[in-house]
């Protein structure tokens, strides 16, 4: 997704919001969730352009966000100025921080595009005894085959968005070919993510130390027929 975090990082809230990512619903969750566990301070990994950190720093929280694209940091920087909110530049895959957070989170689908087992491995040294690691993506009850294409438009804030997404899923993976067009201008994108069930997910974080806690559809513990995404709470 270099060209998302690069050449479209001015218009990546909004290529986000044309998607239909819902920030106050996220926020939301996660501020249910943080009063269930006493969270007062927030690691946010791969953070992007900040919407969870900062609206997470509005709400009280001392929030960290970390991600290595400069470009989509730059404004994140630019969106607060709160003294309990900040932005570093760093790979997840090696957390250096002096401090220790109650909870981590990974949001809007990104887990699987990350060096994951990597990030695990260096997150429990960052977080509080008794701290949380939320999980936020796409939920698949099975590991998709074939390909497939979507295509979706839409104008935010009178800019034009329209995205054609070629899929391939090959084992695990799942591999896209994007074409981003953005008032007029055309814009190519390449991005693979491994594809996770719930089980999945739930060993794989067991095996790295971590215990699971709870699971929520569509940032509610009901599960619909149809949900779309799904978020795990983990314990350190």
């Known amino acids: 997704m270099q060209t998302l975090y690069n050449e479209l990082a001015e218009y990546f809230d909004l290529i986000a919001v044309a998607g239909l990512v819902d920030t106050e619903q996220e926020v939301t969750f996660l501020r249910v969730v943080f009063d269930k566990y006493n969270v007062g301070s927030v690691l946010d990994l791969a953070c992007g352009t ?5 609206a997470l ?3 009280g929280y001392d929030v960290v966000g970390i991600d290595y694209a400069h470009k989509l940091l ?8 709160l003294p309990n909110v900040k932005f570093l530049r760093q790979d997840v895959a090696h957390i250096k921080l002096n401090q220790t957070f109650d909870a981590a ?3 809007w689908s990104t887990f699987g595009e990350l060096p994951y087992k990597e990030m695990l491995r260096g997150l429990k040294s ?3 005894s008794g701290g ?21 438009k839409n104008e935010v804030d009178g800019v034009m968005i329209k995205a054609e997404i070629d899929e ?4 695990i993976k799942r591999i896209r070919e994007i ?4 008032n007029g201008k055309t814009f190519k994108d390449h991005q693979e993510m491994d594809v996770l069930t719930e089980a999945d997910l739930v060993e794989l974080l067991v095996r790295y130390g971590f215990q699971h806690k709870e699971t929520y559809y569509d940032y509610s513990q009901t599960k619909p027929d149809d949900a779309k995404r799904i978020q795990l709470v983990f314990g350190r």
């Not at 074409?179 to 953005?182: I, L, R």
């Open 50 to 54: 900040g919407r969870h950190s900062v």
């Open 57 to 59: 720093a509005e709400a």
């Open 168 to 171: 391939t899923y090959s084992g």
């Open 132 to 152: 949380i690691f939320i999980i936020d993506t796409t939920y698949f009850s099975v590991v998709p085959t074939g390909t497939a294409r979507k295509v979706y």
């Open 179 to 182: 074409t981003d067009m953005v």
């Open 74 to 81: 730059k404004i994140a920087r630019g969106k607060s100025d």
């Open 126 to 128: 960052v977080l509080s």
């Open 105 to 107: 989170i990974c949001m």
